[in-house]
């Protein structure tokens, strides 16, 4: 489906009925890169409707000439919630750049917000450089690299902490698909230089978030990182919080089991609190 807005258009998909959830994914791929490993988790449970949507210059997400940045896209996204989900409570699952625009979403909209899940998720503190662990490999078969373009190669190795055939299977399936359709163009200008990270800062509006959340994050993930995160764990009042060894920034990959016995609690947990709020 496709929702107009004032930057350009966000194409998304719904899946099943219930209480809303808003699923942002990584930059770079598309909505597909979450939907393949979250569905069988939703598919257990009743009363979760599903809104996976393509970000901005994302899969078939278009943006115009006006869009600069992540606020650009955040505001695109920001109307999208409200034509779609006009004054309706809902939750948010971000990974990577799409948990970075999560909690701007959590920055605009905390009042109509259920829960909040962050998967190995972007972070900026203001005023202070971003603490990354160094790049390592636990595992690596090069000989499934010899049929792979550069493009490929250099994502795989770059996300992936274990570089085998089972993951590279599941990242050609899941991620790689998404990755065609991405706005080259865009992603490969300059607009990070000024205009990534918000000029607001997200988690600056309230002292602890009330909202059952989960924060997953991998210890050598050199990418988006972990330490930073435990900085502001206690802004989250009611927060899981998992970092996870022997895993990188592809944690629905290299940890899925794991990754999917958290997210299921964490629903269970915003289930919970909904039931209470209705006796």
């Not at 909505?31 to 996976?52: G, V």
């Not at 629905?252 to 299921?264: D, G, K, N, P």
Request: net charge negative.
């Amino acid at each position: 489906m496709e929702c107009h807005v004032s930057k350009g258009t966000i194409n998304y998909e719904v899946c099943g009925e219930g209480s809303p959830v808003i699923v942002l994914h990584a930059m770079g791929t598309d909505h597909r890169s979450m939907k393949y490993w979250l569905e069988p988790i939703f598919m257990k449970r009743k009363d979760w409707q599903r809104i996976y949507l393509d970000i901005p210059a994302h899969g078939k997400s278009v943006i115009t000439e006006q869009v600069k940045g992540t606020e650009d896209m955040l505001d695109m996204i920001i109307e999208f919630i409200d034509a779609v989900l006009p004054n309706q409570m809902f939750s948010v699952i971000g990974a990577s750049f799409g948990g970075y625009l999560a909690q701007g979403i959590v920055h605009k909209k905390r009042e109509l917000i259920t829960g909040i899940s962050l998967i190995a998720s972007a972070l900026h503190l203001p005023g202070s450089e971003r603490t990354l662990p160094a790049k390592v490999v636990f595992e690596v078969d090069t000989s499934l690299f010899g049929e792979l373009d550069d493009d490929v190669l250099n994502a795989f190795q770059l996300l992936m902490v274990h570089q085998n055939k089972s993951n590279l299977l599941t990242f050609l399936k899941e991620v790689q698909p998404g990755r065609l359709l991405a706005n080259r163009n865009f992603l490969s200008s300059d607009w990070k230089k000024e205009g990534y990270y918000f000029k607001f800062d997200p988690l600056g509006n309230f002292e602890q978030l009330q909202h059952p959340t989960l924060i997953v994050l991998g210890k050598q993930d050199s990418i988006c990182g972990y330490e930073d995160h435990i900085k502001i764990f206690g802004k989250y009042n009611h927060a899981s919080f998992a970092i996870l060894d022997h895993a990188g920034h592809m944690i629905q990959i290299e940890e899925r089991e794991v990754l999917t016995s958290l997210v299921t609690d964490w629903l269970f947990r915003i289930e919970k609190q909904q039931a209470f709020s209705f006796l």
